[in-house]
Each structure stands twice: as C-alpha cells, then as structure tokens.
C-alpha cells in the first residue's frame, strides 16, 4: 500500500527520501512521486512504475533542496498513471499534498469545487482534498494548518498525508487519521515515514502520537533487520529466518525445563481470556489462516468456541457483541484497515481485545486492552511467511497457557506439547537444511495452471495457506480444500494435468488422508505429499514427497507450512517473477 516518507532538516532532502521510498517498496506500489522546493520555486516529479524509473528520469535535474516529500502510490481512486501518481499540486500551484487511504465523500467535495471553477488533473481523491484546503484558506485567509484542519473535519476516512507550500520550505504539514505515521526526530532534522525502515539509519528517536501529548520513544530496530543480507530475495531470507525467528518469539515465555509458559498479557487477563463464553478470532489474508488452526487448538485444549472472521465482513454484517466478548485480533503489520476498523466497533461494543502483531508500536497494538507480539521482526517479502510461523507459536503457547489455566488439559498431555513447541526451530532448520527435493518438485510443476491443497484437521487451515502463497507469488490458481470436502466439487478437476498438495503428516486423520490421496491417485490427478519423516507409505502412493520432521498434530502446522512457502517461492522465481514484490499485492493493507 501507499508508502510515504519526507524529510526537513540540513542535508540534501531527495537522496533520503529517494533512499526511503526503496525501503518502502516491499509494501507494495505502482507509481511513485517527490516533491522539493528551491528558492521558493515548487517542483514535482512523478512517474508510473518503480522508484528506480522515477529516479533515472531527474538524473540531471537539479534536485537540490533541505525540503523534499516523496510517495510511493498503490492506486484506489484511477488507473496508475503518472497523472494519478502523487504529489498532487492545488489549483494555484504552491500547494502540493500526498496522501496514504481514501476520502470516501470526496465525490460531493469535488463536485462543490467543481462547481466554484476548480479543475482537477487526476481521478484522485486527493487531489481533491488538496483543493478543498486550497479553497478554505483562500476564503477564510487562513493559515495553511488552520485551513487542513478545517479541511479534515469535513473528511470522512482514513489519511496520511504531508502537505507543503512553496512559500514556507522551512515547514512540512502532517496528519494522520486511521493510517500510519513514523516521526523521526533528528539533530535540526525531522524525518516522516509510513514505517520505521526509512528512518533507522538516521535516528532511532521518534515521536509517538497516539496520546494528545507527543512523546519520544527509541525504535527497537537494526538495519541489517531490513537487508538483504546474502539472499537473493527477502521472501527467501525471511522463510530462512524461521528457525531464529521462532525461537525468539518462544525465549522467555516458554520456559521449557520449568515447563512453564510466561506470557504477561495472557497472564495479566486470564480470567477474561479462560472464562470467556466464546472468543471471536479476527484477521485479513495469512494472518486469517493463523486464526483457523488457532480454532482448531483452542477448541481442543480448552473447550472454548471459537469463531474465525474475515475482519472485512465481522465489521459490516452488524454483528452481536457482548461487553465481556474476547476477540483475538491477529495481523501481522497492526495496519490492516479492515481488521483494525472490525476493532474499534467491537472494543466501543465492549469486546476486550487481544492483539496477536508483529509490527510494535502499530495502531492494532495500541488499541488492544492486551497482547503478545510475534517477535519476527520486519517482514518485507510482501507474502507473509515468518510473521505466520510466529503467529502459530504465540498461538498455541496462548492456548497452552490458558487451559492449563482452565484445567481442560491433563498435565502430561501439556508437558507433550511444552516439549513438543520447544523441538520446532530445530526442527524447522532440519526442513531448511536440504531444499533441493522441493526446488525439484517446482522446476516440474512450474508450467501448470492450477494447483489443489488438500489437508485435514490441523492440516486444513496450511493447505488454505499454501495455496494462497502460491497464488501470491506464483499467479497460479490455486484452491485449497478440506480433503474430504473436495468430493463435493474440485474432484471434478482432477485430471493427469492437476497437481494436488496433499498435506499428510501423521495424525488422526492420516488413514483418511491417505483414502483421499487413492481417489486422486485413480483419477490420474498427480499428487505431491508434504508426509512425516520415516513414512514408507506416502511414496508409494505420491508422485512427489516433500518430508517434515514428527511432531504432535496441534504442533505440525509450524512444520508443514515451511515446504509449502519454499514450493511457491522456487516455483514464482522459476517463472521469473519479482517474489518480493507481486502485482497488485500490497503488504500492509490500509484501505478497506
Ligand atoms: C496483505 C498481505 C498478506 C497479509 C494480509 C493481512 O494481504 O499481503 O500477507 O496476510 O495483508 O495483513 P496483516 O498485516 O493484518 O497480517
């Protein structure tokens, strides 16, 4: 989604802000856009496509200026065009706005100013707004803050937005409603960004703004968090993280030779949490995924119902809250504007929320009553992969934690899963040990159309995911089905041109699974099965085997996810496509 990033100060504004909009790309972007000024004199660029095409076109300008606003543009009001690219510039030409989210009356608004003369040069919605504060502080001679806040009061939405005016280069105008905003302070330096990465080479100083009185706050980041660092692409360097990132997100809460679970959030709220009637689970994309096997385990362990939503559609279908209600809100940005607006309705309902994030300090952590944070770190590939692995674990330790709280689990069945949790790094880095099988399996699968994930159980919920991740990266279709469910319909698919994934590791299900894999198999459908290490039955029966360690069914999804983020990433840069960076996709969502 829409990335900003500006900067004040003393030094050359361009090269940072430029530097930053690279930073922000992993978010996802078609058009790109800076703004500076020079002796009074306004400039804008703006381009179609990628930030690099933006800056091959100034090479040889001259960019010099302390003062420089840039954006990265993901479209909702026009096509991507340089034309809809921001900045925009107001009608008199000294005003020149960017904006992240949407102005959802901006329709009535244009026709106002249309109406009084105004003329617009993009489909935008900001562009409009940028006119209408124009407009405000030419009929009312007020200054230019006056004239936004104003302005503001009539929007009904979510924004960012920076603001400058040529006549005043010592100043940049910022503000944000529903959207995000980093504020870095500097020495005589201000930087502004959507995220922290643009900003932490400069200053780990920034300003928090969710309380009336600003504050400053220290970023708990490194640089190298944001790099590369040897892999060819973050996607891949981040499924490679797994086995590090897992780990810190399980140090000092599972205390595995006191076989104890340390989680303050959980802990300080327990009574909420175990005596709730029933827990709503909601989240957007991979983090819904978490949400479903989060279900299966919650059920399981501690007898409470659950319901999995899509935030977009818990939040409009009116639905019944209860104060005392407990949502577990999941998101791995803390950005998404459908989960966070699904949360601000239920909290006003009187729901207590639990927030399980990735992103510190992001707006879903602050509007939780509580929470754990995933401790990932920055996910920049824009198909989540270690932010899910470290939903799974907060997760099941959240579960563990409460029905041994609960009682609803026998002590030896908690200390089987205690240690079970604690093997899954090592177990994981086994998987990540030898790709070679499954770099295999995508080179000979590559050109199909449309793939099926079959799973069950626990399973379920990774086969959902692993056709979702490769979709993402991939552009095959793909489906993911209960593999029971697939008699009543994809079945009809199955042909010798149909890969079928079939996640199969042992577990309850498995002697069904394995019926299952025998209907594909006699209708020719190829099949490709993620099995448990030591299974002599799979290869018989499986065209293609793609092996996990054993671990206990409530914690296998941590372990069955990994061959299918690998598949769709080898299979995505075999057909040459920028993994990190997918069309259309964006990584933090801020929309509705
Ligand atoms: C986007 C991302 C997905 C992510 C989803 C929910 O679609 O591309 O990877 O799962 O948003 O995002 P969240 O940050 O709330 O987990």
Known sequence: ????????????????????????????????????????????????????????????????????????????????????????????????????????????????????????????????????????????KSTLEEALRIALKRIVGA??????????????????????????????????????????????????????????????????????????????KEIFEQPDTIFDCLRGRLLHEQQQIVMAGVDNHIEALTKASRILIVACGTSWHAGLV??????????????????SEFRYRNPVIHAGDVIIAISQSGETADTLVALESAKEKGAFIFGVVNAVGSSIARLSHAGAYTHAGPEIGVASTKAFTGQLAVLT????????????????????????????????????????????????????????YLGRGYNFPIALEGALKLKEITYIHAEGYPAAEMKHGPIALVDENLPVVFVATKDMYYDKVVSNIQEIKARKGQVIAVATLGDTVLPTMSDNIMFVPDIDEVIAPLLSVIPLQLLSYYVGTYKGIDVDKPRNLAKSVTVE
């Not at 076109?57 to 001259?62: E, L, M, Q, R, S």
């Not at 005043?168 to 529903?178: L, M, N, S, W």
């Not at 703004?209 to 892999?231: H, R, V």
């Open 159 to 236: 924004y960012c937005i920076l603001l400058i005016d040529q006549d005043d280069p010592e100043t940049i105008i910022a503000a944000r409603k529903g959207s995000p905003l980093v504020i870095g302070i500097g020495k005589g330096e201000h930087f502004l960004a959507s995220d922290a990465s643009p900003i932490i080479e400069y200053t780990k100083e920034v300003l928090g703004n969710e309380k009336q009185t600003p504050f400053i706050q220290k970023l708990d980041m490194e640089l190298a968090a944001i790099e590369k660092g040897g892999y060819e692409h973050f996607m891949l």
């Open 397 to 452: 330790m959240m579960a563990l934690k409460m029905a041994k709280a609960k009682g609803s689990i026998s002590d030896e069945r908690y200390s089987h899963l205690v240690n079970e949790l604690a093997s899954v790094p090592k177990k994981v880095k086994e998987i990540l040990a030898d790709t070679s099988k499954i770099e295999s399996i995508a080179q000979q699968y590559k050109g199909a159309s449309d793939f099926l």
């Open 1 to 140: 989604m829409c990335g900003i990033v500006g900067y004040i100060g003393h030094r050359e504004a361009y090269p940072i802000v430029l530097k930053g909009l690279k930073r922000l790309e992993y978010r996802g972007y078609d058009s790109t856009g800076v703004a500076i000024i020079q002796d009074g004199d306004l400039q804008v660029h703006k381009k179609k496509g990628k930030v690099v095409e933006l800056e091959e076109a100034v090479v040889g300008k001259n960019m010099h200026s302390t003062i420089c606003i840039g954006h990265t543009r993901w479209a909702t009001h026009g096509e991507p065009s340089d034309r809809n690219a921001h900045p925009h510039l107001s009608n008199n030409g000294r005003l020149a706005m960017l904006h992240n989210g949407i102005i959802e009356n901006y329709a009535q608004i244009k026709q106002e100013l249309t109406n009084k003369g105004y003329t617009f040069k993009s489909d935008t919605d900001t562009e409009v707004l940028l006119n209408f504060i124009q407009d405000i502080q030419d009929n009312n």
């Open 294 to 311: 989060a279900e299966y385990m919650i059920e399981e362990l501690c007898r409470i119902p659950v319901e999995v939503e899509y935030a």
